[in-house]
């Protein structure tokens, strides 16, 4: 029998998936699931600052755009890009799915840059490179690169502010008219 394919709308185009009729039917008996929930007991994320800390950079490192960025890259590559993005989580300390999304822009933006001087170095140095359209190109690209990396690590930076203005702002959980040193019993 032919599996036939459909399609699913999602936030990044269409996706082939076979149609559920065409998948064969598997049911879990009634003790798997009941030894599955009691699996799922023993490990229910990073309990510690440190764990919570070091789990927070999979949204780099396995974000969409940073997918889609080291696809077919060599290792070399994928390791100086986990890397920088390590160096910018730990510059930036992202909080919350903005902030680590615009770290993730940064990234991808610097990445992107260095790629593209790469081409410029290499158009450069062609034998009358000036009489193509190639030199102009690449400088356009530079150009609108340059404009989104600097975008983003300023409205990185407004957002930052933001939130620590807001987090100064919000009262304490300390009442003013207790003094720091006094014990509250």
């Known amino acids: 029998m032919e599996r036939e394919e459909t399609r699913t709308q999602g936030a990044l185009g269409s996706e082939p998936e076979l149609a559920a009729d ?3 039917a598997t049911s879990a008996s009634p003790r798997k699931i009941e030894a599955n929930r009691r699996n ?3 490990s229910t994320g990073p309990k510690t600052a440190e764990g919570k800390a070091k789990s927070s950079q ?3 490192k396995h974000g969409i755009f940073f997918k889609q960025l080291v696809n077919g890259a060599s290792p070399e590559t994928v390791a100086e890009l986990e890397t920088l993005a390590a160096d910018m989580r730990d510059y930036y300390q992202p909080l919350g799915a903005l902030e680590d ?8 933006e610097n990445a992107r840059y260095a790629r593209i001087l790469g081409f410029e170095q290499e158009e450069l140095s062609r034998r009358y490179a000036f009489f193509g359209t190639a030199v102009d190109r ?3 690209y530079t150009t609108s690169t340059n404009r989104a990396l ?3 690590i300023e409205e990185l930076d407004r957002v ?3 939130r620590k203005a807001r987090d ?4 304490s959980a300390v009442p003013e008219s207790v003094a720091p040193d006094a014990k509250i019993t």
Do not use: D, T, W
Request: aromatic share 4%; glycine share 4%.
């Open 58 to 60: 999979n949204a780099i």
């Open 150 to 152: 600097f975008r983003a």
């Open 22 to 24: 065409s998948q064969p």
């Open 168 to 171: 100064r702002s919000a009262p």
């Open 160 to 162: 930052q502010a933001a």
């Open 40 to 42: 799922a007991q023993h």
């Open 101 to 108: 999304m615009l770290v993730e822009k940064i990234v991808i």
């Open 138 to 140: 690449v400088g356009r």
